[in-house]
């Protein structure tokens, strides 16, 4: 039965390849766009730590997304 | 109103919809996989290779609504000049290139089996190969251009002449003699398809769709974050 499910009667290798090949397409799309979305947020976290303690301050102060990005990556910096 | 639409809302809302969508995603994609491929019956004619049809016609469907979308909105850019539409159209490029190229691979694929050969010069086959052109001569401007006004000036026209392929795309099997089998999915009248199948199909489309979402929100994040980093110095 495994194998009937397997063999797909005979176009097993089209069948599994087409769906292989969108999963693997897919998951390098998923791979490389959250590698660039990490990378980003760590350069803009450590630009910001870089800052002197009164511009951070402001910087925190007037960007949420700068104090959000600071906040998720406080621990790894 | 014009709040919802401040950047740093859209970004508090883009990280709640990526949890949300990564917390529900897995489950739906076994349940679309299991229809597509064990619960849905063989076709008559094609046997299983039809089941290449739940990723290929989905990819096909993301490919075409994703370049309407990026040439809709290039129309909006230029006559409203809002920069933010420039972010969503950057995000959605890749996405629309990736399915686009799927969708050829998996049509080629099919192909074998069911016409004899993996690749046919047929209207069907040849608009999507220029759809897929299209993308990549999008995306190159941005790429390769480094003013940011040129870049986003020529992308929009390539998008808006791109638009014209769109029907192209669509009606070829009815205005050409194609390999390509004519629509069985229609959204005004009947579609031939048989329940059986259109589940599986509209379930995998789901699946797919929330997958381009999640690829969309994660470049759209990505977009904000580089224009934060480049303003950093003016705050």
Same mark, same amino acid.
């Given at each position: ?77 | ?58 990819? *096909?469907?993301?490919?075409? *609504? ?33 399915? +686009?190229?799927?969708?050829?691979? +998996? ?22 190969? @220029? ?22 000036? /020529? ?5 808006? /002449? ?22 069985? @999915? ?26 381009? *979402? ?22």
């Amino acid at each position: 039965m495994i194998l009937n499910f397997l063999s797909m009667n005979n176009y097993g290798l089209f069948v599994w390849g087409s769906f292989a090949i969108t999963f693997i397409a897919c998951s390098f799309l998923y791979y490389k766009t959250l590698k660039t979305l990490k990378k980003y947020e760590r350069e803009f976290a450590r630009e910001i730590n870089e800052l002197s303690s009164e511009r951070k301050k402001v910087v925190i102060e007037n960007s949420k997304i700068a104090s959000q990005v600071l906040s998720s990556f406080s621990k790894t910096i | 109103m014009f709040k919802i639409l401040n950047l740093s809302n859209i970004f508090y809302w883009i990280e709640k919809l990526i949890g949300f969508i990564n917390s529900i995603f897995f489950i739906l994609l076994l349940v679309a996989l299991s229809f597509a491929l064990i619960f849905s019956p063989p076709d008559y004619l094609q046997g299983d290779s039809v089941r290449i049809m739940y990723v290929h016609v989905p990819s *096909a469907w993301i490919g075409l *609504a994703s370049f309407s979308s990026i040439a809709i909105l290039s129309i909006a850019h230029f006559i409203f000049k809002i920069k933010n539409i420039k972010l969503i159209t950057k995000s959605i490029a890749p996405i629309g290139l990736m399915f +686009t190229c799927l969708a050829l691979v +998996t049509g080629s694929i099919w192909g074998q089996p069911t016409w004899g050969t993996w690749w046919a010069w047929d209207a069907r086959i040849t608009s999507m190969l @220029i759809l897929a052109l299209f993308y990549i001569g999008f995306i190159s401007t941005h790429k390769f251009i480094t003013n940011e006004n040129k870049a986003n000036k /020529i992308s929009s026209i390539i998008a808006i /002449i791109g638009l014209i392929n769109i029907p192209i795309i669509k009606y070829s099997v009815d205005w050409w003699n194609t390999l390509h089998q004519p629509a069985s @999915i229609r959204l005004t009248g009947e579609s031939s398809i048989h329940s059986s199948m259109l589940m599986p199909l509209l379930l995998m489309f789901f699946v797919l769709i929330l997958y381009c *979402a999640l690829i969309f929100l994660m470049k759209y994040k990505t977009e904000i974050i580089k224009i934060k980093k480049k303003n950093l110095k003016r705050l």
